[in-house]
Each structure stands twice: as C-alpha cells, then as structure tokens.
C-alpha cells in the first residue's frame, strides 16, 4: 500500500474521530489494518477505546501499536502513561527510561517516573 493511501486513511480516521463518529472510525482503521500492521492505526484504535471509557481495550491497542512501530516515540509516551495510570509502573519504567534520553519527552518520561 502507498505511503500517501496510508496517511490519507489516518487523517480520515483521524476527522472522524474527532467529529465523534467512533464506529466509522474504527471501521477505517480495521480495514487498514487488514492490509498493512500499522502503529498509528492501532494508536487510534487506542483513542476511539479511550474515548469510549474501555481502558484495558487502549492498553491491547496501545500494545499493538508498540509491536508495530516499536521506535515510535509517540506511541511509547502513550503506552508509558496508559500503564501509569493503570498503577503498572513496573512495565511503564523501561518505555519511561528509554523516553527520557529523548528531548521531546525528558520532562514529561521523569514526571511519570516520579509518580
């Protein structure tokens, strides 16, 4: 699948999700999903889950998102804190380590750590 069919099938998601159309958000992701293991498709499957108050479903999306794009910085932070706030700070610590050595998320990785 072309890069730029990618990106236009994310922000589509994306405008969806934001006008609070889960189902037809979730059913673009899905179906990108079929065709290519997607790290930013698996994070907005995260959000449409946490928007709807399904936080363990985040956390598996947020898992799948990781194993796609495992040097995704984003996608990191956003797992780092989903398991912050579920108290799993023992699994959150090694994305918070590895974020702290990155300038964009220094303060917010320590911040975590110090909870």
Do not use: C, F
């Not at 969806?16 to 979730?26: P, S």
């Not at 293991?37 to 959000?47: I, K």
């Not at 985040?58 to 797992?79: D, T």
């Amino acid at each position: 699948m072309e890069p730029e069919t990618i990106d236009n099938l994310l922000a589509l998601a994306a405008r969806t999700i934001n006008a609070g159309n889960y189902d037809d958000a979730q059913a673009v992701l899905e179906g990108l999903l079929t065709l290519v293991n997607h790290g930013e498709a698996w994070m907005g499957l995260a959000t449409i889950a946490r928007k709807q108050g399904q936080s363990e479903m985040a956390l598996e999306y947020l898992n799948q998102a990781h194993q796609a794009s495992p040097h995704s910085m984003l996608i990191r932070m956003a797992l780092a804190e989903a398991l912050v706030s579920k108290g799993e700070k023992t699994a959150a610590h090694q994305h918070l380590t590895v974020l702290r050595h990155h300038a964009d998320y220094k303060q917010k990785a320590e911040a975590l750590l110090d909870r």
